[in-house]
């Protein structure tokens, strides 16, 4: 009879073996024998249970940002992620007056994250040729639509800046000094394009996310030049990847899954709830990191001052303690739940809690369906070009790559 491996060593090894591996299974065993885990190799401890996650993501006083260490804001500064009480509060808002607020979202946003999906979605090749659909459509969506976001559309090197930057931030995981410093030098470029307009925007800003970062004030809180350049620098990193990933994840699992596909193509409006099963069955972001601000004890073990955290929110989406056959992918599990999904209070953890809970959730909300209703009414099936991709990555995971055929609807 063969010995069953220490869970904290099965986890090891599929951190150092993730391509292709899938961590659900190991994710459910922590939950069960040790739901809060030193786990070496990423020298934190881990979280994989719903409550202690979302404890710890509700808890800004105990769990605090994890400041300067490489792979996390030492790219980009001090952006949003890393502020807390009341000054998060405040900054946080001049974010969201545009990216949450209904009336930009149902006419500018709207309008930009459309046109996006029908120019990108039409250049893409059909069947019999292959559609590399990760760089034909998942990622020029959420790119484009930051570039037009921040009036940045002109800057020619903008997807190179965005490249580097995200390989050097959470990517980072084995912490590589030559991917590090590109990072660097995007960053800095970055910041030589956008400095010069901080003034200006100051002064005469424009119906844009760039101008209300230099120029919004709220109760009498205003960004400095520092905090406009990270701001800038962390949005190209919080807000493309992460929907282009979700986007792979869900054309991924709607080719392994083509009942669900063509449940779907016989009631589109599921396409909203399907948004949110994916960012629950395989949320793009898989951990959350903070620092724990004093010795705090989660259920047997006290976790030390200054120690890191990480919560994997992917665990979190399939605790049987909060879903009914968490391991199944169900396009319609989430009918009729609108938007009480991409807020703190929301059935799935995808986008965080707490103060934090991702700013931009209705942008990728509105990114994804649009996108998914695109393929829908412009395609009556699609396949893999090979194998199934497989998923890459630990903070962030999905396939790299997604070459599939596409067939048009007669
Ligand atoms: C499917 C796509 C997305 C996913 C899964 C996602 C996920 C997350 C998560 C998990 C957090 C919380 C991080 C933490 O607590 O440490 C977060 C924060 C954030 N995200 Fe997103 N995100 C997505 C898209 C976007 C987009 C499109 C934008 C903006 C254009 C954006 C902007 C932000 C910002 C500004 C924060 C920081 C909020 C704060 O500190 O208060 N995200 N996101």
């Not at 220490?6 to 040790?34: C, H, I, K, Q, W």
């Not at 010069?196 to 919004?216: K, N, Y």
Request: hydrophobic share 40%; aromatic share 8%; net charge negative.
């Amino acid at each position: 009879m063969s010995a069953i491996r220490p869970v904290a060593e099965e986890f090891s090894a599929y951190l150092a073996d993730n391509v292709g591996a899938d961590p659900y299974p190991v994710f459910g065993r922590m939950r069960e024998e040790a739901p809060v885990v030193w786990i070496e190799p990423l020298g934190a401890w881990v979280l994989t249970r719903w409550d202690d996650i979302t404890a710890m993501l509700e808890d800004g006083e105990r769990f605090g940002p994890l400041m300067n260490r490489p792979g996390t804001s030492s790219i980009f500064g001090r952006a949003i992620l890393q502020m807390s009480g009341d000054e998060h509060r405040r900054k946080d808002a001049i974010l969201a007056k545009r990216l949450r607020s209904p009336r930009h979202l149902g006419a500018t946003i709207e309008e930009i994250v459309s046109g996006l999906v029908h120019e990108y979605g039409e250049q893409l090749p059909v069947a019999p040729e292959v559609a590399d659909l990760r760089t034909g459509l998942t990622e020029p969506v959420p790119l484009g639509a930051i570039a037009e976001l921040m009036d940045m559309g002109k800057a020619g090197s903008f997807r190179t800046w965005y490249n580097d930057i995200v390989a050097a931030g959470t990517s980072n995981i084995r912490q590589d000094p030559v991917v590090h410093a590109k990072g660097e030098a995007a960053r800095d470029e970055l910041f030589e394009f956008v400095t010069p307009s901080i003034e200006e925007r100051r002064t005469c800003p424009g119906d844009e996310l760039l101008s209300d970062l230099c120029s919004m004030e709220y109760e009498g809180e205003r960004l400095s030049d520092d905090e406009v350049r990270s701001f800038t620098a962390f949005l190209l990193s919080a807000g493309i990847e992460t929907t282009d990933r979700a986007l792979a994840n869900l054309v991924k699992h709607l080719i392994l899954a083509p009942e669900q596909w063509r449940r779907l193509k016989a009631d589109p409006s599921l396409a909203s709830s399907a948004a949110t099963e994916i960012l629950r069955f395989r949320p793009p972001v898989q951990a959350v990191v903070r620092m724990a601000n004093q010795d705090i004890e989660m259920g047997q073990t006290v976790v030390p001052a200054e120690s890191k955290l990480m919560g994997f929110v992917a665990s979190a989406n399939h605790d049987p303690g909060r879903f009914d056959d968490p391991e199944v992918f169900d396009v319609g599990r989430f009918e009729g739940v609108e938007r009480p999904n991409y807020t703190p209070i929301g059935p799935v953890r995808a986008f965080g809690a707490g103060p934090h809970t991702c700013t931009g959730s209705l942008l990728a909300k509105l990114e994804m369906e649009r996108t998914l209703e695109y393929l829908l009414d412009r395609f009556d099936r699609f396949e893999f070009a090979g194998d199934v991709p497989p998923d890459t990555g630990i903070v962030l995971r999905s396939p790299v790559a997604l070459d599939v055929v596409l067939h048009p609807a007669a």
